[in-house]
């Protein structure tokens, strides 16, 4: 079984900063793919950013220049450095993962973390 727990939620004000981070544990073989995505009220998820095993990175272009993701493949966690941060990046963050697990070599699985609320006060 395999969780992803994220933590760095908070309320701040516009123009700060905040750290999240996203930790996959249970028994994991590889993971290939690791992101953040958000969900505002009222709206569909949406990706931030995306990291993938060899370092590449996607982000939306709401964030570029703003948000820094990154990844310790030693730790299995993601991170998501957000900076300069707008009433506009408040949401539900999430954390994701696409995931090999021992029991089942042959697959990757998709797995989700359970959000942590980002709220930008202006």
């Known amino acids: 079984q395999v969780q992803l727990v994220e933590s760095g939620g908070a309320l701040v004000q516009a123009g700060g900063s905040l750290r999240l981070s996203c930790a996959a544990s249970?028994?994991?073989?590889?993971?290939?793919?690791m992101g953040w995505y958000r969900q505002a009220p009222g709206k569909q998820r949406e990706l931030v950013a995306r990291?993938?095993?060899?370092?590449?990175?996607n982000y939306a272009d709401s964030v570029k220049g703003r948000f820094t993701i990154s990844r310790d493949n030693a730790k299995n966690t993601v991170y998501l450095q957000m900076n300069s941060l707008k009433p506009e990046d408040t949401a539900v963050y999430y954390c994701?993962?696409?995931?090999?697990?021992?029991?089942?070599?042959?697959?990757?699985?998709?797995?989700w973390g359970q959000g942590t609320q980002v709220t930008v006060s202006s």
């Open positions: 994701n993962a696409l995931i090999r697990t021992a029991q089942a070599l042959n697959s990757v699985y998709d797995y």
């Open positions: 249970g028994s994991i073989f590889s993971i290939n793919t």
């Open positions: 990291i993938i095993s060899g370092g590449s990175t």
